[in-house]
């Protein structure tokens, strides 16, 4: 099995222009250009999560990555939700979020949803990333295809295995396994069904890797050498980090998000829809917390919440954290965040592959 894992990784890496087996998780809001130019400078892929980024902003990060890297990266985007304008939820939601402050004005220009998907599409198109990946759902047949014809690879995540297989069956070159543990959103296509389905990543892999004939990348929880060689063991090809990754100073998140990972036992993450109205795993702050009390209401739907929370940002005073616990920054983290280190990435990704290479069986 271990020997295999060797095999499988060698096969990965040469299809996809890599030296280790680690992709940098891209995540919307935290990975600028520097972190993936860090990790690819170590060998593996760079990531760049473009959910909140318009066209001229995506050519802009793959600009700046391609003046410090010539490596091999992912441009990723969200899938969007069915429309849920469930106006009682968002009501209720404006109404509970009165606790945190004074919302702040909305100009007239983030009235609407924010870029529009059909054009960040086109944008990722015309950058020829190595890999163009997918969360919270699958492309249509025809943008599959152009993907392809430009010479790009597809990766789609998925969080069980019949989301799995829709990905093979539409023509992903790869799934994404990620597990619960991970942390940012959980990429569950039903926007509901979140909360029920949440697998592990141990339970999660060999399903995956038993039931598909493309490559698995394993994500969630994996933050140094030992999870690197568990996953590839259980037959992944490669896996994706991410809050391993947060506390690197090219990442650049703010000291209270960092602060608020320093230690953070698995246990106490909680999985909140408080930032954006999707399903994701987060450090323990007053602001999530107070979503889970006893009568507070459900968070509007997505993207509504996430709407209703940058209003209130922007209502916020200047110092780090508003008095009743709400501050800028969304503070993400999956349940290995206790082993996020500060430290430059390209160590970090180093140190990973070194000390999983020393597990696994030399051939
Ligand atoms: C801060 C943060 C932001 C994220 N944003 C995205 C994103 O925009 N797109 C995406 O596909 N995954 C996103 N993810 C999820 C990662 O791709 C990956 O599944 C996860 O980081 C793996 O678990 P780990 O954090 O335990 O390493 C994000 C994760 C984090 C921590």
Redesign the pocket.
């Known amino acids: 099995m271990g020997g295999g894992a060797r095999a499988r990784v060698r096969e990965f890496c040469e299809r996809f222009g890599l030296e280790v087996p680690i992709l940098q998780?891209?995540?919307?809001?935290?990975c600028p250009p520097e972190l993936a130019i860090a990790v690819a400078s170590a060998g593996g892929m760079g990531g760049d999560?473009a959910?909140l980024d318009g066209p001229e902003r995506i050519a802009d990060w793959v600009a700046r990555f391609r003046a410090g890297s010539s490596g091999a990266f992912q441009l990723?985007i969200?899938i969007p939700d069915p429309p849920n304008e469930d106006q009682a939820r968002i009501d209720a939601a404006r109404d509970f979020l009165g606790r945190f402050g004074e919302p702040g004005t909305e100009t007239s220009t983030e009235a609407g949803a924010g870029p529009v998907f059909d054009q960040q599409c086109e944008a990722m198109l015309e950058a020829r990333p190595t890999v163009i990946?997918s969360?919270m759902g699958l492309f249509d047949a025809d943008y599959v295809r152009r993907i392809h014809e430009h010479g790009i690879s597809w990766f789609a995540?998925a969080t069980t295995l019949d989301e799995a297989l829709a990905a093979q069956e539409a023509g992903a070159d790869a799934v994404v396994a990620?597990g619960m543990?991970?942390?940012?959103?959980r990429?569950t296509f039903d926007p509901d069904a979140a909360e029920r389905t949440q697998v592990g990543l141990f339970a999660l892999l060999p399903r995956l890797v038993d039931g598909l004939r493309v490559p698995v990348v394993a994500?969630?929880?994996?933050?140094d050498g030992r999870g690197v060689a568990a996953a590839l063991t259980l037959g992944a090809s490669a896996v994706?980090?991410?809050?391993?990754l947060?506390r690197c100073p090219e990442t650049g998140i703010s000291k209270g998000w960092s602060a608020s990972l320093d230690g953070l036992a698995p246990e106490a993450t909680v999985t909140t829809r408080a930032y954006s109205g999707r399903l994701g795993r987060a450090a323990p702050t007053p602001y999530v917390l107070a979503w889970s009390e006893p009568g507070a209401p459900t968070p509007a739907p997505y993207p509504q919440q996430r709407r209703l929370l940058t209003q209130w940002r922007r209502g916020l005073p200047d110092e780090p954290a508003g008095q009743a616990g709400l501050d800028r920054s969304n503070h993400?983290a999956?349940?290995?965040a206790a082993l996020a280190t500060e430290e430059p990435a390209a160590q970090v990704i180093t140190r990973m592959w070194r000390d999983a290479s020393a597990l696994l069986p030399p051939t």
């Open positions: 998780a891209p995540m919307a809001g935290a999560g959910l990723n969200w990946s969360i995540c990620q543990e991970a942390g940012g959103h990429g994500a969630g929880g994996i933050a994706q980090v991410g809050t391993a947060l993400w999956g349940q290995g």
